[in-house]
């Protein structure tokens, strides 16, 4: 109905923006009439959602502002994938298992690896490193980030599902004009006017976005708080749009003031709840830019060695992986591996 598909690296145009616009309208009055209709249907004061469609962070902040619902929950790994947590659930559930609350753990159900092993696979890449206790660790990356460094961060378990949540995560300052473009164009290999998520200490997100309740999951989009907002010059239209400052936090800001956002309880992942308290004490700023650790056709990294070469191979400023500092500069020179292109 739309025409031709567009390209991967061809030219964005107008009617490709009006095609993808016109579809996410459809497919939020598709969302919100399903969520009134259950509503209707089972009286039921709470929504639980799943399934690909779940991911359409935009319909799911819409469901939640229109109040159909008192609150409503997704799923992490919202996807085919997340569908066996819940048939385990089931037949846990079913067997006589117990009921149990935030099951999910912040999504942090992945591997972890200890700083041995992470020495030990920095050792075998030759990596140039630096060990840092708790303390000095967060003082350093504060440091960093608010010198405008992109810092790839590896901590603990991985994330289950399709957003990196803090712990396979690439971070930056949200304040920074010149941050959006240069993790796109230099780490991820991407379109520069894509926006990133913020990330915050929950019960600082409403200082800053227009957010009723918490996002661990990185699910729901909520619009920038007004006070925050800049509005362009009335002479700038069309794509130069993109390019402009929309709010005092251009990093994770969209052209619509709007922004995808992740809330961080300290109870699922204190060593990221602490670094954001820090970053907002060194800069008043209580919002870091979390991006998924990879770039452009490439899965998350998971394992030290995925971590150490997705690294060397961006213009990432510096890794902090565990109790280590690298900084890819001091790197020996790797090489870059290409995703296998299809025949």
Not at 157 to 184: K, W, Y
Not at 307 to 326: H, K, P, W
Request: some cysteine; glycine content about 8%; aromatic content about 6%.
């Amino acid at each position: 109905l739309g025409g031709p598909p567009r390209r991967a690296e061809e030219p964005i145009t107008a009617r490709h923006m009006d095609v993808a616009r016109s579809i996410q309208a459809v497919t939020e009055e598709i969302m919100v009439r399903l969520a009134k209709f259950a509503r209707a249907l089972t009286g039921k004061k709470y929504l639980c959602m799943a399934g690909g469609v779940a991911l359409n962070c935009v319909a799911n902040g819409r469901i939640l502002r229109e109040k159909i619902f008192d609150d409503i929950w997704i799923q992490p790994a919202a996807g085919d994938a997340g569908g066996a947590v819940g048939a385990a659930l089931a037949a846990w559930r079913a067997g006589g298992g117990a009921r149990t609350t935030n099951a999910m753990r912040g999504s942090l159900l992945g591997p972890e690896y200890s700083d041995a092993e992470i020495e030990a696979t920095l050792k075998a890449c030759g990596a140039v490193y630096k060990k840092l206790e708790r303390d000095a660790l967060l003082d350093f990356t504060t440091e960093l980030l608010k010198a405008g460094k992109v810092v790839g961060w590896v901590q603990g378990r991985m994330e289950f599902g399709p957003r990196a949540l803090g712990n396979r995560s690439i971070l930056g300052d949200a304040r920074s004009p010149q941050m959006q473009s240069v993790m796109n164009l230099k780490v991820k290999f991407r379109e520069s006017f894509r926006p990133f998520a913020p990330i915050v200490r929950k019960e600082r997100a409403q200082d800053y976005f227009e957010l009723d309740g918490e996002s661990p999951y990185m699910l729901i989009v909520a619009p920038v708080q007004k006070a925050l907002r800049k509005t362009p010059p009335a002479n700038v239209t069309g794509l130069d749009l993109l390019k402009q400052e929309r709010s005092t936090l251009p990093a994770v800001t969209h052209v619509d003031y709007s922004a995808r956002i992740q809330t961080v309880d300290g109870k699922d992942n204190p060593l990221l709840y602490d670094l954001l308290g820090r970053f907002e004490a060194a800069t008043g700023c209580a919002v870091l830019v979390n991006t998924s650790f990879n770039v452009r056709g490439e899965p998350i990294v998971c394992d030290p060695d995925d971590a150490y070469r997705c690294f060397v191979n961006t213009e990432m400023d510096y890794l902090v992986i565990g109790s280590f500092v690298l900084e890819r500069t001091a790197q020996p020179k790797a090489q870059r591996r290409v995703a296998p292109q299809a025949d």
